[in-house]
C-alpha cells in the first residue's frame, strides 16, 4: 500500500489546525478541503473503487462536501448536515454491521449499545435545549437524526472488534477513528448551540480529522491491505 497521500493529508491536517489556532482564514479555506482531498487520494489511489471500501470512498467524498458547504462564507448548516449524514451513512454500509450470536459477545454488544445511546441522547438533550433558547428550533428534527445515524455508525465500528471478519488492529483502527468524528460532532454543536468551548474549533476540527484519517486508514487496511 502506498501511504505518500496519507502522510500528505497528515501534514495538510496540522497545517489546518494551526490554521483554525491563529484564525488565518485564507489558509484554514485551502487546508481544509485539502486534506480530505489528500485522503481521498490515498484512498483511491490503493484500490478504493472496488469491493466495500467502495463505501468509505464515498463517505470522504459526502465529508468533503460537508466541509465546503460549512466553511462558506454563508455557512449551509442543512447542506452540510445532511452531507456528513449521508457519510456516515456510507461508512455503516461499508462497515457492514453483524450482530455477534455467542452470548458473551452479544452481551458486550448490548452494554455497548446502551452506553452509546446514553451518551448521545445527553448530549442531544443539552443542544435541543440550546437551540429552544436561541430560537432555532427547526434544527432540533433533523440534529436529532444526525445524532441517530452517528449513533449507528458509532456503534457499528465498535462490533468490528467482536466479530472474526475484521482483524484487531483494523478493528481497533476504525473504531478509534469512530468515536473521535463522534466527539468531534459533539463538541462542534455545543460549541455553536450550547455555549462556546475554550478552543473548541481547534479540538473540532483536530478530533475530526483524526478521526477521518483512523478511519480511513482502518478500512484501507481491512479492504485493502
Request: charged share 10%; aromatic share 12%.
Amino acid at each position: 500500500m502506498n501511504y505518500f497521500f496519507f502522510g500528505v493529508a497528515i501534514f495538510l491536517a496540522v497545517l489546518d489546525w494551526i490554521a483554525v489556532a491563529r484564525e488565518w482564514k485564507k489558509l484554514e479555506y485551502f487546508a481544509k478541503p485539502a486534506t480530505m482531498l489528500a485522503l481521498l487520494t490515498f484512498v483511491i489511489q490503493n484500490g478504493g473503487l472496488s469491493g466495500g471500501m467502495i463505501w468509505f470512498t464515498l463517505g470522504l467524498i459526502f465529508s468533503l462536501a460537508g466541509d465546503v458547504f460549512l466553511m462558506l462564507p454563508k455557512e449551509q448548516f442543512i447542506a452540510g448536515l445532511v452531507s456528513f449524514l449521508l457519510a456516515h451513512v456510507a461508512y455503516i454500509i461499508g462497515l457492514a454491521p453483524k450482530l455477534p450470536r455467542d452470548l458473551p459477545s452479544l452481551l458486550i454488544a448490548t452494554s455497548l449499545a446502551i452506553f452509546i445511546a446514553l451518551a448521545a441522547s445527553q448530549i442531544y438533550r443539552r443542544i435541543a435545549a440550546g437551540l429552544q433558547t436561541s430560537g432555532k428550533t427547526s434544527l432540533r428534527s433533523p440534529v436529532l437524526l444526525y445524532t441517530i445515524v452517528i449513533s449507528l455508525m458509532l456503534f457499528s465500528a465498535m462490533l468490528t472488534l467482536l466479530g472474526d471478519r475484521w482483524s484487531s488492529i483494523d478493528a481497533l483502527t476504525v473504531c478509534a477513528g469512530a468515536a473521535l468524528f463522534f466527539l468531534s460532532d459533539a463538541i462542534l454543536a455545543w460549541n455553536k448551540f450550547v455555549s462556546p468551548i475554550r478552543y473548541g474549533r481547534l479540538m473540532n476540527m483536530a478530533s475530526y480529522h483524526l478521526g477521518q484519517l483512523l478511519i480511513a486508514l482502518g478500512a484501507a487496511l481491512h479492504f485493502l491491505g
